[in-house]
C-alpha cells in the first residue's frame, strides 16, 4: 500500500517506470531520480480538479519544449491520441477507468479527461500516455457522498503566483500538508513583461496574445514545485486581472491597445487550456462561465466567484485607485460586482444549501477597509468598498439564510483576517460572516512580518483581527463542529526552500461568525 507521505516523498508520484516493468526498487530511485527524455510531452505534468462524489477532472497538456516562443510547446501541428488510466494503486495493478482523449493543436495538445462512476470520499491515482511515454502520476480524490457529514475538508488555498518575483516553495509547503483539495483565488500567471530586478527570468514579453498566454502558463507548470501540488490533490481554481490584464474591469481594460475584447478571449481560451476545468466550462470567445459550486459531502460547500468579468467600472475615477468619503457613486444602488446573473445565482445557491459551511472563494477584500492612515479615510474602488450595494445585498442574503458563511480571498499579497459585518453604514451592525485573506505565492518579494503602519491599519479598522506580510498559503480543515484556520508562512522567497511557519491560527464556530484565536 503506497501511503500519502510515501507518494509525495517519491517526487509526486513520478511513477512511469513501474509501468515500464522496473524491479520495484529500481521503480522507487526512477521516481525519485527521474529526468526526462528530450522527446517527454509530459513537461508541464498532470493535474486534477473539479471533484464530485462520482468524478474528477483529469488535466495533461502535451509539450516537450515548453518555452517554444509559438506558445505551443514544441509540438507537431497534428492531433495526439492520448491514453488516460485511473487506478486505486500508484502502482496501477487495479486500474477502474481509462479511455483515449484526442490532444488537439487548436487547444494547444490540451487533455480533459472526465471519468465518471467513480466512488464518494475515494483516494485514485492517474496517469497518461502519448508518443511512447508515460506521464508522472498524479493523486486525486473524489467528493464525499452527499448528505456525508463524517469526513472532513483539508484544505489549502493561496493565489498570486509572479514568477519573476520568487519561487514557488509555497506549492510544495502546501502540498506536504497533504491537502483534499487546493483553491487557487487568482494571478496563477502574471500577463507582465520583464521587470528591472527579476529573481527569476521570464520567458516572453508582456502577454498580448495567445501565444504569449500559452507561453507564460507553460513556464509555471514547467515548475517542479508547481507541479507537485498539482499532482498531490485536485484544485478549484478561479482568476483575477493578472490571468488576463492588470485590473480589467467587466468589458474595460487598464490600457486600450491590443483590441481588449481579443486579447480577453485569447487570456480565456489559454486559461481553459491549461487548468483542469470541465470541457462544459470552455470559452466561447471573450466569455467564460467560471464561477460554479463544488459540494463536499454536507461539511461545505465552496462556491466559486468571478468578480471580474461582469463588474460596473471603477467607482470615480473610471480606474483602480483610492477613493475618499465624497465617492459617492460607490454607494449607488444599482452597483455590482458580480453581475446580476451571478448575484442570482449565488443567492439561490445560499438558500438551497445544507451543508455546515459556505465557503466564498473570491479575489478582493469584501471587509470595508480604511487604507488611510489617521485623519480621514480612504477606500480601494476595486474591491467590494467600491460595490457597497452588492455587498450589502449578498451580507443581507447570508443573514437571511442563516448560512455560516466564511469569504476565503486573495489579491493583496499579505495574510489578513476579519469580520464582514451586515452593513458597514450602521456603526452597530453584526458580523454575518468571516473573511480569510491569504497571502501570495511570490508576489510582493520576501516581505514582512509586520510594517510600520500595520497596527495604525488594524486600530483603525476594528473588525480586522490578523495581519502578516510574508508570503505564503491558509490551510484549513472544517468539521460539523468548527473549522479550524493556520495562516502559514515562509521567511524569504527570493531564495527556494523557505521553511513553512504559522503565523496566526483561529477557530470559527457554526453559528457565531468570529474569529476564535489559538
Not at 493543436?105 to 511512447?132: C, I, M, N, T, W
Request: proline share 7%; glycine share 10%.
Amino acid at each position: 500500500m503506497i501511503t500519502r507521505r510515501a507518494f509525495l516523498a517519491g517526487g509526486a508520484g513520478l511513477g512511469a517506470a513501474a509501468a515500464l516493468g522496473v524491479p520495484p526498487a529500481q521503480a522507487t530511485a526512477a521516481r525519485t531520480l527521474r529526468r526526462a527524455p528530450l522527446s517527454d510531452p509530459f513537461r508541464l505534468g498532470v493535474a486534477s480538479g473539479e471533484p464530485l462524489p462520482d468524478g474528477v477532472v483529469l488535466w495533461t497538456r502535451l509539450a516537450p519544449d515548453p518555452l517554444a516562443a509559438d506558445g505551443l510547446g514544441g509540438m507537431p501541428s497534428r492531433p495526439v491520441a492520448v491514453h488516460w488510466q485511473l487506478a486505486k494503486d500508484e502502482n496501477f495493478r487495479h486500474v477502474v477507468r481509462q479511455g483515449v482523449e484526442t490532444a488537439r493543436p487548436e487547444e494547444a495538445h490540451s487533455v480533459h479527461a472526465e471519468p465518471g462512476g467513480l466512488q464518494p470520499g475515494a483516494e485514485y491515482f492517474y496517469r497518461f500516455r502519448a508518443d511512447g511515454e508515460i506521464s508522472p502520476v498524479g493523486r486525486t480524490v473524489t467528493a464525499p457522498a452527499p448528505g456525508t457529514r463524517s469526513r472532513a475538508l483539508n484544505l489549502a488555498f493561496t493565489s498570486c503566483a509572479d514568477y519573476q518575483t520568487g519561487w514557488f516553495t509555497a506549492y510544495r509547503r502546501m502540498a506536504e500538508d497533504e491537502p483534499d483539495l487546493i483553491a487557487f483565488l487568482g494571478d496563477y500567471i502574471y500577463e507582465y513583461g520583464d521587470y528591472k530586478y527579476p529573481v527569476r527570468d521570464q520567458a516572453g514579453g508582456e502577454c498580448l496574445d495567445l501565444a504569449g498566454y500559452r507561453l507564460r502558463h507553460a513556464q509555471h507548470k514547467a515548475d517542479p514545485e508547481l507541479q507537485l501540488a498539482h499532482a498531490v490533490a485536485p484544485w478549484a481554481v478561479v482568476w483575477d486581472d493578472h490571468d488576463i490584464e492588470n485590473a480589467w474591469a467587466g468589458d474595460v481594460p487598464e490600457q486600450p491597445d491590443p483590441p481588449f475584447l481579443k486579447r480577453r478571449a485569447d487570456a480565456f481560451q489559454a486559461y481553459y487550456e491549461n487548468m483542469p476545468l470541465r470541457r462544459a466550462q470552455r470559452p466561447q470567445g471573450s466569455s467564460l462561465r467560471l464561477h460554479r459550486t463544488l459540494r463536499w459531502g454536507a461539511v461545505a460547500n465552496l462556491h466559486l466567484l468571478d468578480t471580474r468579468q461582469y463588474r460596473d467600472l471603477y467607482a470615480c475615477t473610471g480606474r483602480s485607485g483610492t477613493v475618499g468619503p465624497d465617492c459617492a457613486e460607490r454607494l449607488a444602488p444599482n452597483r455590482t460586482i458580480l453581475g446580476q446573473e451571478q448575484e442570482a445565482w449565488l443567492e439561490s445557491r445560499l438558500k438551497e444549501s445544507g451543508a455546515t459551511w459556505d465557503l466564498l472563494g473570491q479575489q478582493v477584500f469584501m471587509m470595508e477597509m480604511d487604507w488611510t492612515n489617521g485623519a480621514g479615510k480612504g477606500y480601494s474602488n476595486e474591491g467590494w468598498d467600491g460595490y457597497v450595494a452588492s455587498r450589502d445585498r449578498l451580507t443581507a442574503a447570508i443573514e437571511a439564510t442563516k448560512r455560516n458563511a466564511v469569504v476565503l480571498t486573495g489579491d493583496v499579497h499579505s495574510h489578513w483576517a476579519g469580520e464582514v459585518k451586515r452593513s458597514y453604514q450602521d456603526p452597530e451592525s453584526k458580523s454575518v460572516a468571516v473573511e480569510l485573506v491569504t497571502t501570495s505565492v511570490t508576489s510582493a518579494g520576501d516581505g514582512l512580518d509586520e510594517y510600520p503602519n500595520t497596527g495604525v491599519l488594524l486600530a483603525e479598522n476594528p473588525h480586522v483581527k490578523f495581519f502578516n506580510g510574508r508570503r505564503g498559503y491558509v490551510r484549513a480543515k472544517l468539521t460539523e463542529r468548527e473549522m479550524t484556520v493556520d495562516f502559514r508562512s515562509l521567511s524569504r522567497v527570493t531564495e527556494p526552500y523557505a521553511p513553512a511557519y504559522t503565523s496566526g491560527s483561529f477557530v470559527i464556530e457554526p453559528g457565531t461568525p468570529r474569529l476564535n484565536q489559538v
